[in-house]
């Protein structure tokens, strides 16, 4: 059914990759050109899908990093033994070309109606709310608690850096070894960690976390023991097939 | 629960079945409301608890635990099995 744009259908799109930029030693930034994209809402994700000489087809699904109405760019870290990030991360250059549809998501969706807005990010769960705060106009508070391993796997590092201040709060924790002089946080995210930087409960925050199954499950739990309703938490896992 | 180990890593959630879903039903159900049928339990799509790694993908109850749907595909069919949804409540925007 490719190529067929039934209304209503979600179908596969011709993507062509037109720039990219490395973000890290294991992820990447690929910018895309794709016809009939009609855009997205921030936090939705895309689907891509590799198919090989021989017909066999790898689909996987990547978060859209950037906002909507601008190029549209997926962030991909790079795993191991995967079937189609190897390719997106190591090989893929300037005019490859895959197939992709989207977008997709109701759920992980961010609309801005001024209340704060609480994100946190593990590893590559920081792209979604990227495309968040690329997005915000600076009507809503929003602080972004971002949890790597050292401070080389930070992704978005000069971009973070400029827009903390600016519109969103970027808070830091390191869990696996942290320059000299380091002043943000150096461990796993706990509820004390959550005390400290997330706003009171009654501040009624909208709340995205997405990182890995013991990160998401870490930081919302402990959210919930802080008060936070489970209704005003939205989550998404990443898996480790890629 | 006793979920745990290399399983509890890889486990997703009901994101991860929205291009599927989108795909057999031409609708966005991530957001949409499901009923367990085993526990009675209502939840949205996005929170069940996703595991996509065997050959299908298996989401379960995020309350109870018991299996809600099972989705295989193959080259020429896609199976999909729904005996543990009660109901599903779509938004009116749908």
Same mark, same amino acid.
């Given at each position: 059914?490719?190529? *067929? ?8 799109? %011709? ?13 990447? *930034? ?15 994700? =895309?689907?891509?899908? =590799? ?9 996987? !699904?990547?978060?859209? %990093? ?8 997926? *962030?991909? +870290? ?6 189609? !990030? ?86 830091? *924790? ?27 409960? !009654? ?31 939205? $989550? +998404?896992?990443?898996?480790? $097939?890629? | ?19 599927? &879903?989108?795909? &057999?039903?031409?609708?966005? &159900? ?5 009923? /367990? ?26 309350? /109870? ?24 409540? &779509?938004?009116?925007?749908?």
């Amino acid at each position: 059914m490719a190529g *067929t744009a039934v209304l209503g259908r979600l179908t596969w799109l %011709a993507a062509e990759i037109v720039g990219s930029v490395d973000e890290t030693a294991r992820v990447r *930034t690929l910018l895309l050109e794709a016809d009939g994209w009609e855009g997205h809402r921030a936090g939705q994700h =895309l689907d891509v899908r =590799l198919t090989a000489d021989d017909g066999y087809q790898a689909e996987r !699904s990547y978060s859209i %990093a950037s906002a909507p109405g601008e190029q549209l760019t997926i *962030t991909v +870290e790079q795993l191991p033994n995967g079937e189609v !990030s190897p390719w997106l991360v190591e090989v893929a250059g300037d005019g490859d070309r895959f197939e992709l549809r989207g977008p997709i998501g109701g759920y992980f969706v961010w609309e801005d109606d001024g209340r704060p807005v609480l994100l946190i990010g593990g590893g590559s769960g920081v792209v979604p709310l990227m495309s968040m705060i690329r997005s915000a106009s600076g009507s809503a508070r929003m602080r972004l608690l971002y949890s790597s391993r050292t401070l080389d796997d930070v992704i978005y590092r000069e971009e973070l850096m400029e827009r903390d201040g600016n519109g969103v709060e970027v808070v830091y *924790t390191l869990t696996r070894a942290q320059p000299p002089g380091w002043t943000g946080y150096s461990r796993r995210i706990d509820i004390d960690l959550l005390r400290q930087v997330a706003w009171p409960a !009654s501040d009624q925050p909208h709340v995205f976390i997405c990182g890995s199954t013991r990160f998401v499950d870490a930081a919302a739990d402990g959210l919930v023991a802080l008060g936070y309703p489970p209704r005003s938490i939205r $989550t +998404e896992r990443f898996g480790a $097939t890629g | 629960m006793t979920d745990s180990g290399r399983t509890y890593e890889m486990r997703l959630d009901g994101n991860a079945l929205g291009g599927m &879903l989108f795909e &057999l039903f031409g609708l966005e &159900l991530t957001a949409a409301t499901e009923v /367990c049928g085993t526990c009675g339990a209502a939840d949205l799509v996005a929170r069940l608890e996703v595991y996509a790694h065997a050959p299908g993908m298996v989401g379960r109850c995020p309350h /109870c635990h018991a299996v809600m749907l099972r989705i295989v595909r193959g080259p020429d069919r896609t199976w999909l099995d729904m005996s543990g949804v009660a109901s599903i409540e &779509l938004p009116a925007t749908l």
